[in-house]
């Protein structure tokens, strides 16, 4: 199928990349080669498809832009196929040969794969990447799925799948070039979307949507694991620290459920009074395991804002975490020791011009190739994922004064900031609503006390003991752990002062991602535990780890409760089907608010679909919602000015259907539509939509 080899010929590419740059991570002090090798094969998954997907956008939009009668995708998978199939033959060409012939010549130097013997730490590499796969393929399987010519998504999910399989099919069956956001047409696009691109390329190519979306958060979910495991390896030099960090960091720690069985303890003593204490004890546990909310004391907890749903409702995080995790590897052998002055200059402000000349040739002199895949990867990563590019930055800021050849890793990052702001402008500065970037000074995140007690509590509610343990095993674990945890506090310190969008609520990530910083001297401390002969030791060791993962390993019962029920969307609806059929790809309708709808399965956009989607993106939703409530109730006296409204924001169609009908927010002047426009379509048995040509009147205005 074309999409599983577009797929593997951008992992193959990534991998071979790596293999002949920095190899599999032999800059490491890992002795586990397997964990190295899977490593390799898990960061050139994203190495090699960050790069190809966006030159496959570019391509696509370039033959929008000059051959219109082709779709995009065609040619741009046809050109990029065809030159991966090519370079990888003649790369490929030398060890092809030797295998063919007994020359006797060995296959590779350095062999991606093992062909003779098992390479050690085997057995634990393989069991981390069954349980990855396992564990990986159930969270985006049961969340998210085509079910009976359904397409499914859990209750936990639907709300941000809305925007993300809109974008899907826009590139997939729709002509969604120049971009925009398929919820608010005509504006741009501010959010950052690459990942989903690459969702609808495999859809396009032939995956059934479920498969082109969960495919790559598998993927994207297995390199996280393996990816991290190889980082605890490397920073804390245990090899139990590899297996711990992983479970650490999705099972995250949390006074919420020691808060919970309280709470559900009190209420069964109100309402069952006089029964043994193991019968109460039964009752609660019975209620916790059939609940079907998230828990939690602090705002938005509802959501699962901290929880493992996180990961399956953005599945473009996943991967945005394989790529800092990837980035931070790269850092590391400039993070072993402290830097030498004379053996690797930085660029310092004292001095002369002669010197500062000098400074910067011997800096750049001792590049490594290491810097090198680090700018690719920076330069792709804008619009795949914009707060892991503000994390690796706000990484590089913290670690820049320990680092070796800092000079050369603040121009890479230098390369990072020029290619957001030359992707921000292509892909939102055409539009005329606010930026993509609002950065504000806002302390105190969404904590209802913003004071320092109250910022300091509410952490203590969401991560539990995880912050304080894990500075309490930085100080005895040594400078690479102390660093974890310096770029873990520059993350949370970020996360309650500033924000750059107009939703705080989307600087969660950075306290998720600190958390994962946090979980590498938390597995080495617990691996140096458990590596004591001390029964003591041991059985400590296993509280902490009880204690530290046991609210992140209850959310994961509470997300299948939850998902248990599903949001369908019917794939043969008659109003979709004839939307595909009879109307231009890139038309544009104003309709109801939709979110998660059956509407954008036909790969149009919605002029003005559900507000909090375009808001939060960084969207002026305001003006248009003002345009939008006096154009569906206008009159015969307002028949210019709705002329002129179609004409300058170019809406193609109105669909009206009892949605838009009976919604509290709208009042549909039907009959000026049906006297003025063409009614082209009508389905009284799918919610009495009825569809309306806007076209003619306003190209002939």
């Not at 230098?414 to 993509?436: H, K, Y």
């Not at 509610?461 to 040594?478: D, F, Q």
């Amino acid at each position: 199928m074309a999409a599983i080899l577009f797929l593997l010929l951008a992992w193959l590419s990534g991998t071979l990349l790596l293999q002949k740059t920095i190899g599999p991570f032999e800059f490491l002090d890992v002795p586990d080669k397997a964990l190295r090798l899977a490593g390799l094969w898990a960061a050139g998954l994203w190495v090699g498809i960050l790069p190809v997907t966006l030159a496959t956008y570019v391509l696509a939009a370039l033959s929008a832009r000059f051959f219109p009668v082709t779709y995009p995708l065609q040619l741009a998978n046809a050109c990029v196929i065809s030159e991966l199939s090519l370079v990888l033959a003649f790369v490929l060409r030398p060890s092809l040969r030797s295998v063919r012939t007994s020359s006797g010549r060995p296959v590779r130097k350095n062999p991606i794969l093992p062909v003779q013997n098992w390479p050690a730490g085997t057995t634990m590499t393989l069991g981390i990447g069954l349980a990855s796969l396992v564990l990986g393929s159930f969270l985006m399987w049961d969340s998210f799925v085509i079910e009976q010519g359904q397409l499914s998504a859990g209750y936990s999910i639907f709300g941000d799948f809305a925007p993300h399989t809109a974008l899907v099919r826009s590139f997939a069956v729709g002509w969604n070039w120049p971009t925009g956001y398929p919820h608010f047409a005509g504006d741009g696009i501010h959010y950052h979307f690459l990942f989903y691109f690459l969702c609808a390329n495999l859809h396009y190519l032939g995956l059934p949507i479920d498969w082109a979306i969960n495919l790559p958060s598998i993927l994207s979910f297995m390199s996280v694991v393996i990816l991290l495991a190889l980082l605890a390896r490397a920073a804390m030099r245990q090899t139990l620290a590899a297996v711990l960090a992983p479970v650490l960091f999705f099972f995250r720690s949390s006074l919420a459920l020691p808060l919970e069985i309280g709470r559900q303890w009190r209420l069964d003593a109100e309402a069952v009074a006089d029964v043994s204490v193991l019968s109460r004890l039964g009752r609660v546990i019975r209620t916790l395991w059939e609940k079907n909310q998230f828990i939690g004391t602090t705002p938005h907890d509802a959501w699962g804002l901290w929880t493992l749903n996180v990961y399956i409702n953005q599945r473009h995080f996943l991967s945005g975490l394989a790529i800092l995790i990837l980035l931070i590897l790269l850092m590391l052998p400039d993070l072993q020791k402290p830097a030498a002055r004379g053996r690797a200059p930085v660029l310092d402000l004292p001095g002369t011009p002669a010197l500062w000349l000098s400074e910067t040739r011997a800096s750049l002199k001792s590049m490594h190739v290491r810097q090198l895949v680090a700018g690719l990867v920076w330069v792709c990563l804008p619009f795949w994922h914009g707060s892991v590019l503000v994390a690796s930055l706000l990484l590089l800021l913290t670690w820049w004064v320990f680092l070796k050849r800092r000079l050369v890793w603040s121009l890479a990052g230098g390369l990072a900031l020029v290619s957001a702001l030359i992707q921000i402008r292509f892909f939102a500065g055409a539009g005329s609503g606010n930026s993509a970037v609002s950065m504000q000074r806002l302390w105190g995140f969404i904590a209802e006390d913003k004071s320092w007690a109250g910022v300091l509590l509410y952490l203590l509610l969401v991560t539990g003991l995880a912050l304080p343990a894990g500075w309490i095993a930085a100080l005895e674990l040594g400078r690479l752990a102390r660093l974890m945890m310096a770029a873990s506090a520059t993350l949370i310190l970020f996360l309650f002062s500033i924000s750059l969008t107009v939703d705080v609520t989307a600087n969660h990530k950075y306290l998720m991602i600190a958390l994962m910083f946090v979980s590498i001297p938390l597995a080495g401390a617990l691996a140096r535990l458990l590596a004591r002969r001390s029964v003591a030791a041991k059985i400590l060791a296993c509280c902490l780890a009880i204690t530290l993962t046991g609210t992140g390993l209850y959310e994961t019962r509470l997300l299948v409760n939850i998902n248990h029920n599903k949001l369908t969307l019917p794939l043969d609806s008659p109003v979709v089907s004839w939307i595909m059929d009879q109307t231009p790809p890139r038309s544009v309708f104003l309709t109801a608010p939709y979110h998660y709808h059956a509407f954008f399965y036909s790969g149009r956009q919605a002029y003005y679909g559900h507000a909090y989607y375009a808001w939060s993106a960084g969207h002026d939703t305001s003006f248009r919602d003002a345009l939008v409530k006096k154009l569906l109730s206008s009159t015969e006296a307002d028949w210019p000015d709705v002329i002129a409204v179609l004409k300058d924001q170019k809406i193609d169609y109105l669909l009206v259907d009892d949605d838009l009908r009976y919604h509290p927010d709208f009042r549909v002047n039907e009959a000026f539509f049906n006297a003025h426009f063409e009614r082209v379509a009508a389905f009284p048995e799918q919610s009495n939509t009825v569809i309306y040509d806007l076209r003619k009147w306003r190209d002939h205005a």
